[in-house]
């Protein structure tokens, strides 16, 4: 075959196809870097780097007397490569010139053997976007361009946390409708890094949840995981198509098994009104409602009720991830777990195998109506469940869906507009401060609107890439369990009643772009924990500035008396009215009594969490 140009590159250092205990022996070779120069290639466990032979006249500069290098990346870790591939004979490019003129290289094209090297960049001003990249190398032998390409290749097959074949979900009317084209422009991501994909297009509400329930652990376990294009309601219905039908959990008390009464001063029984009601856990077994005990804390979900778990369940679940792609209204999920709402980045964190324990909510609805029969109905939220505000507000977007995503903006203004309250009660179970770093709630007393110790900053100790609070020293890597019901002293339900303009129980941060730091900026991914917000009726003006808070930056929106927070694993909820509506992950959710408790760990995402 016919070469252009005289430009002769330097033989192999060292053979670049060994592995050395089944690690990439290093190796060394001179091959050409497109629009670079000539360069010695290295390659070792870390990643590939590379140094021009001989240094480019552009390569530095001065100013004002001032020595500038360039910034130009001489390498890449082989943790942020997911392809290499041998793209046979073509041209290389520069448009350097050397610093010993030996090479005239400006614009002067050379036809070489050539590879590329797929992967990922970190951007410089917003650090949880990804970035894809490629390097493309070319040398005048085509044995060493394939050996390259093959010894690259060999050390990405040993990394098995990396998904060989996943199942993928596209909602096509998700978000704005772009869930086919979302797909379509990340598809060729994963068909570099040779991930099969069964796509399925969904064309019915439903489908998703009924296509995985459907599925047996067998065949889920040919893959390594699932992925949803589209938003947190479309996950949602994901997640609870796999765990709906497989997990067998321990589920929490209803909220009649919370019922507590006093005498009033005739005699009769009535519920106290005007005092939180506290049951200590450690007062009899009767009273420890939630099946679970300290040593389950951290523990396997297999720890629980493990004589009922379907074996090949348990190692699905231990394996098994979720993905997510952005294309929906708010993808809030997406936001806490990579830090960027960037459909190309989520694909980015897919293909490199990246890794994250999730918390899950589970919901049981015991009574639809005040005059249903009591059947428990479970469902599991990876994000929210709200009451209220939150309930109303999906209810009314569900008549606006041909406004798209502008439908929650109307909806949630002529919610805020009607200014509605609810009666209803509530129990939780509260634990030591100490172990749940529970911030100050919001203090019952005084005319105030604010707290008297305002101005309230809480210390928020936000979750982020390998976080110590998700992942503390007595919770191995890949373990997950129930967590709630800690029998110590220090744990105890309390009951409060009264009127709420909404009651939302937060799993994670819900950072999104009408609430930058979220509904709770210091929530974590995986600590065991639902946040509870109680937002007690107030005036009009009142509920406004609790909002605007939230839609500051480093706003205080817990920080007003009629605002209650409380960290906690646990909750019961009665209505007290005819209506009661739920949005859960986005879906509506009629409820008149409901429980729920945090799953901690429960599931796999393909993330990594936000970087700083």
């Known amino acids: 075959m016919e070469r252009d140009g005289n430009h002769d590159i330097a033989e192999d250092k060292s053979h670049p196809d060994a592995l050395l205990n089944g690690e990439p022996a290093r190796s060394s070779c001179n091959l050409f870097l497109d629009h670079v120069g000539e360069v010695t290639l290295t390659f070792n466990s870390n990643g590939l780097s590379w140094e021009a032979v001989e240094l480019l006249v552009n390569e530095t500069s001065i100013c004002l007397g001032i020595k500038y290098t360039s910034n130009a990346a001489t390498e890449i870790k082989l943790s942020d490569i997911y392809a290499a591939e041998f793209i046979d004979y073509g041209l290389m490019h520069s448009s350097r010139t050397s610093r010993s003129m030996k090479h005239l290289l400006i614009g002067h094209d050379i036809k070489m053997y050539r590879f590329t090297v797929y992967g990922v960049l970190r951007n410089e001003i917003q650090p949880s976007l990804l970035d894809p990249v490629k390097y493309t190398f070319g040398h005048n032998n085509l044995q060493t361009c394939q050996m390259w390409v093959d010894q690259l290749n060999s050390s990405l097959n040993l990394k098995v946390e990396r998904p060989k074949n996943l199942m993928v979900f596209v909602h096509p009317r998700s978000g704005k409708g772009l869930g086919c084209r979302t797909w379509e422009a990340v598809a060729p991501i994963f068909f570099r890094a040779k991930v099969k994909t069964k796509v399925v297009v969904t064309e019915r509400a439903g489908q998703a949840f009924d296509v995985m329930s459907s599925l047996t652990n067998g065949e889920l376990n040919s893959y390594d995981g699932a992925v949803a294009v589209g938003g947190d309601g479309f996950f949602n219905e994901i997640l609870n198509g796999f765990l709906s039908p497989r997990l067998k959990a321990p589920i929490p008390p209803a909220p009649s098994d919370l019922v507590h009464l006093v005498k009033d001063s005739h005699g009769s029984l009535v519920h106290d009104g005007n005092e939180t009601a506290e049951e200590s856990t450690n007062q009899s077994e009767e009273q420890s409602l939630l099946i679970s005990c300290p040593e389950q804390v951290g523990s396997r979900i297999s720890n629980s009720n493990s004589a009922d778990q379907d074996p090949e369940f348990q190692i699905l679940n231990e394996r098994f991830r979720f993905g997510i792609i ?223 808070q939230l839609a500051r930056r480093g706003g205080n929106p817990f920080n007003f008396k009629f605002v209650e927070h409380h960290k906690t694993p646990a909750f019961t909820f009665t209505s007290l009215g005819n209506e009661s509506v739920w949005n859960v992950d986005g879906e509506r959710f009629q409820a008149h009594q409901l429980s729920a408790q945090v799953l901690r760990g429960l599931v796999l995402l393909f993330a990594s969490g936000p970087e700083v």
């Open 326 to 548: 952005p294309a929906g209204s708010t993808d809030a999920i997406v936001m806490c777990t990579t830090g960027s709402r960037d459909p190309m980045t989520s694909a980015l964190h897919i293909v490199l195998g990246k890794r994250v324990h999730l918390d899950i909510a589970q919901v049981v609805r015991w009574k639809e109506t005040p005059k249903s029969a009591v059947e428990p109905c479970v469902r599991y939220a990876a994000s929210f469940a709200g009451y209220g505000f939150y309930g109303d507000v999906i209810t009314e977007s569900e008549k606006y869906r041909w406004m798209g995503p502008k439908r929650y903006d109307y909806a949630g203004t002529m919610v805020f507009l009607r200014h509605r309250s609810y009666e209803a009660e509530i129990g939780y179970l509260e634990v030591d401060s100490d172990r749940s770093n529970l911030s100050p709630k919001g203090n019952n007393q005084g005319t105030r609107v604010r707290e008297k110790r305002s101005p309230y900053k809480p210390e928020r100790q936000i979750c982020r890439v390998n976080c110590e609070v998700c992942m503390p020293s007595h919770m191995a890597p890949g373990t997950s369990g129930p967590t709630p019901c800690l029998r110590t002293e220090n744990t105890k339900w309390k009951r409060c009643k009264g009127r709420f303009l909404s009651v939302g129980a937060a799993v994670i941060s819900c950072r999104n772009e009408k609430a930058p730091d979220g509904l709770v900026a210091d929530a974590h991914l995986s600590d065991g924990f639902l946040h509870l917000i109680l937002i007690k009726d107030c005036p009009h003006a009142y509920y406004l500035w609790h909002l605007t």
